[in-house]
């Protein structure tokens, strides 16, 4: 290659690796935890009680009796679909009952289990009168089986708070009350946090924690704020908290039925019904082990792809920004080390030094900041690479007309 060629391509990738460099920095100021119940109630009392009788001296007595306070309490339905999760159902269960500063009720719908997911959740109903299981209907045509799950679980909720969570996730015992005050503290009718993914086969470990990497590199946060627009929408399937009023407001699950990705989906419908969204960081508040084989987390994120970066619209301008700010520059030094450096003028190799160094930035940031593999992050441009071709594996099938399958179950490409 030309001098000017190599020159051209460094400069290249250097801008291109330092948009979502320099968009991961801004995101992490903004992309905070969930607070403590008190500091969203606190927040509240500002806006109201404490502006008419003055600010609360913390160390008298609590003047309401502690039977009053009980009362206050947020009424919570946790909604959790399940379809053959034995392995993990009693885990999730006893890990929701242990929760502290919320009154709720645990409804879970058997969706069809073959493994004895629903005896399980029948004997620990039995138990404990918080529990309440539901049997899953005939999925109907049109729907994907998640969201006919959860939409039959909203409807069987009778708190005012709704919970959506995936069996997969581990909580802590604050986990719900904090993701609640979130939920009041943000002023948003749909929120979701992100938790702290586990990893254990090589798929895992390379690709799951380009979840933050993409969210926070090509998510402009503190606009989404305050830019209402679905296209500015992001969410984590994983966890969901809402209002009934507010889900049945925006259609819920039954405006995403076709969907497979309702991570997407639900905030964009929000949204178009006018209502805000937002997302927080539940990294201290949940664990999340999605798959256990690499060959479940290709299908996985294959299963999802068409319905985000691997859309039509929106393949060929995310190839360009990730191969190009994400692959090229560790190519090109890798050109550069096998030429010796020759036709390298001093600006260009120093260019596709700082191309390299961005590259790296979000991941060793993500790393430190959400508990990720360090190790993972120095393969970066492998995990890119992997990455995009599933994005690409995931267009091909659908243009090719091929069934999208998931837990046993099959629905043609939307």
């Not at 629903?118 to 089986?145: F, M, N, S």
């Not at 708190?159 to 802590?172: C, G, K, P, Q």
């Not at 060959?295 to 999802?304: C, E, F, I, M, R």
């Not at 450096?341 to 430190?368: E, Q, S």
Request: glycine share 8%.
């Amino acid at each position: 290659m030309t001098p000017l060629l190599i020159g051209t391509l460094a400069a290249a990738s250097a801008a291109l690796a330092a948009l979502p460099a320099l968009l991961t920095i801004a995101n992490l100021r903004v992309f905070g935890r969930a607070p403590e119940p008190r500091e969203a109630r606190g927040s509240a009392d500002a806006r109201g009680a404490l502006g008419r009788r003055g600010p609360r001296d913390e160390t008298s007595a609590d003047p309401e009796p502690a039977l009053h306070r009980e009362e206050h309490r947020p009424r919570v339905s946790v909604l959790v679909p399940a379809r053959n999760e034995a392995a993990s159902i009693e885990r999730l269960i006893r890990d929701v009952l242990a929760s502290e500063g919320i009154d709720l009720e645990l409804v879970i719908l058997d969706d069809d289990s073959t493994d004895g997911t629903g005896a399980i959740v029948e004997r620990l109903a039995r138990e404990d009168p918080r529990v309440r299981l539901v049997a899953g209907k005939t999925l109907p045509a049109g729907w994907c089986g998640k969201q006919h799950a959860c939409w039959q679980l909203a409807a069987a909720a009778r708190r005012e708070i709704l919970v959506f969570l995936d069996t997969d996730v581990s909580l802590a015992a604050d986990a719900l009350a904090r993701s609640v005050a979130f939920l009041e503290q943000s002023g948003a009718a749909l929120v979701s946090g992100f938790p702290l993914q586990k990893t254990g086969s090589f798929l895992e470990w390379l690709l799951l924690p380009l979840i933050h990497f993409v969210l926070l590199g090509f998510l402009p946060l503190a606009r989404s704020r305050t830019d209402n627009s679905p296209g500015m929408a992001a969410g984590c399937g994983q966890l969901f908290i809402t209002r009934k009023a507010d889900y049945v407001r925006a259609g819920g699950h039954a405006a995403i039925r076709g969907s497979l990705h309702d991570g997407v989906k639900l905030p964009r419908t929000y949204r178009r019904a006018g209502l805000r969204t937002d997302i927080f960081d539940a990294t201290d508040l949940a664990t999340c082990r999605m798959y256990t084989r690499s060959l479940d987390v290709w299908k996985g994120l294959a299963k999802n792809a068409t319905e985000g970066i691997g859309a039509p619209a929106t393949i060929v301008p995310f190839t360009l920004l990730l191969a190009g700010g994400q692959i090229l520059p560790f190519a090109l030094v890798g050109l550069g080390l096998a030429s010796g450096w020759r036709g390298w003028t001093a600006w260009a190799v120093a260019a596709v030094c700082v191309a390299v160094l961005l590259a790296w930035l979000p991941r060793v940031l993500a790393a430190a900041r959400f508990g990720q593999s360090l190790s993972s992050a120095v393969f970066h441009p492998l995990g890119i690479l992997a990455f995009l071709a599933i994005q690409w594996f995931a267009l091909a099938r659908r243009l090719l007309g091929l069934k999208t399958s998931w837990r046993g179950r099959s629905l043609a490409p939307q």
